[in-house]
């Protein structure tokens, strides 16, 4: 991407800008907005997360792609600012205002990331920043508006002996996936000609114009019409859902964006995994399972973890789960051979530093939000049975249905190795 419009002052002034808001957007929060039916009010509030609310929100997604140095792979997209360093969180003296757990001793021996290491960190903070937006009050609402929140309600109803594992939550999530891919977004692998609606071929990237970017934009796809005509058609690639709940249309990235705020907006725990080896997904805390459910909205795909190591055939490598209140290395839970094969992948970052990074980025997310005491303690409970369940998948050799990639072509899956 070309950054030759905005010179390093004004990066830095917007970055200023923007972590400015994000703190003022954490002085003030009130409860998840509610909706028709009693699946959303079975959820305890102290399972729920909060969302904040202050005037600054209008202004978060525009200082967010201002900043924007987008860093683009095939379907993933890190449209997000520059964030705080490492030594900048460690140092955070909000984490000090709640009784969090900072673990200094565990960590006090633990060098911070090399420069070497610092290129993999940034990603992580970008992403971090990518979903701290998703807490947009504004987008939430927006989202509210697009979901048919009465029709999931009555479907998952009278489902519930379909699923007798399941809540009436669960079956919504079910619903959601469902009604999302089949209903409201689009996947494209070549956006058809602008003219002649023809059948068009990549030519490469360009700049976004004035108005793409501002509509969060990082990039811009060209494709050349493979008929006569000779219209260059733009594919904006857009990071942040509240234009993509215009456009409905995109790759993963897209997908996956948009999906996490819509189970956000619906009151449900979410966070948004990122996955180094170009995808991201979503997963939803299930009250009733007591458990973080993997959920792709690319292939309507519910609580199927080992769909991309035994099913698509990926060689996983960094899963990593953000929110607003946590930020986890869920690795173990989307393979089968951590101990044997998945840690000598692991190369990118030592170990310890990079457990001491995603440590010290949770609790300053987890400090912001400004919980009591008891919501704190919920949040602790239900990660303390999430690191009991990942510490029994070293070797996980679950059996569990999977299937081949549906989204994308097969070219186009192939060439990415997600598809056997």
Not at 18 to 42: C, F, K, V
Not at 98 to 118: C, F, G, H, I, L
Not at 394 to 420: C, K
Request: proline share 5%; net charge negative; aromatic share 8%.
């Amino acid at each position: 991407m070309n950054n030759d419009s905005m010179d390093p002052e004004q990066i830095r002034t917007l970055a200023q800008q923007l972590a400015q808001r994000l703190i003022a957007m954490r002085q003030t929060h009130h409860n998840p907005i509610q909706h028709p039916g009693s699946h959303l009010s079975d959820i305890p509030q102290s399972q729920t997360e909060m969302i904040p609310t202050t005037s600054s929100d209008t202004n978060i997604s525009q200082l967010t792609f201002q900043l924007n140095s987008l860093q683009t792979q095939d379907g993933l997209i890190n449209q997000t600012p520059p964030s705080p360093s490492l030594t900048s969180i460690a140092t955070d003296p909000t984490i000090k205002e709640v009784q969090v757990n900072t673990d200094a001793d565990q960590y006090a021996s633990v060098p911070d990331p090399s420069v070497y290491e610092m290129d993999f960190i940034n990603t992580y903070l970008r992403t971090n920043a990518l979903v701290l937006a998703f807490e947009e009050t504004q987008l939430l609402e927006h989202a509210c508006e697009q979901i048919p929140i009465d029709k999931l309600v009555n479907e998952a109803e009278a489902m519930v002996k379909d699923y007798p594992n399941d809540s009436t939550d669960d079956i919504i999530i079910r619903r959601l996936l469902h009604w999302f891919k089949n209903e409201y977004f689009t996947w494209v692998n070549e956006p058809p000609c602008a003219s002649c609606q023809g059948k068009t071929v990549a030519m490469g990237h360009t700049t976004p114009t004035a108005q793409e970017r501002q509509d969060g934009a990082g990039i811009v796809e060209t494709y050349r019409c493979t008929q006569a005509c000779p219209t260059i058609t733009r594919f904006p690639r857009y990071g942040m859902p509240r234009i993509l709940f215009s456009t409905r249309r995109g790759r993963c990235g897209e997908w996956a964006n948009c999906f996490t705020v819509c189970c956000r907006a619906l009151g449900y725990s979410t966070r948004y995994v990122h996955d180094t080896t170009d995808h991201v997904w979503t997963e939803v805390w299930s009250v009733h399972k007591k458990r973080w459910i993997h959920c792709d909205a690319c292939e309507a795909a519910y609580d199927q973890p080992l769909l991309y190591s035994t099913g698509w055939g990926k060689s996983l490598s960094y899963c990593v789960a953000f929110s607003a209140e946590e930020v986890v290395d869920v690795t173990k839970r989307y393979t089968v051979d951590y101990d044997t094969a998945v840690v000598k992948r692991r190369k990118s970052i030592r170990e310890p530093v990079l457990a001491k990074f995603l440590h010290l980025l949770s609790e300053s997310n987890l400090a912001k939000l400004k919980l009591d005491t008891t919501e704190i303690q919920s949040i602790r409970d239900r990660q303390s049975l999430e690191a009991e369940e990942l510490s029994g998948r070293h070797g996980d050799n679950r059996t569990i249905e999977t299937q081949e990639r549906e989204s994308g072509s097969d070219e186009w899956t192939r060439a990415r190795g997600e598809r056997r």
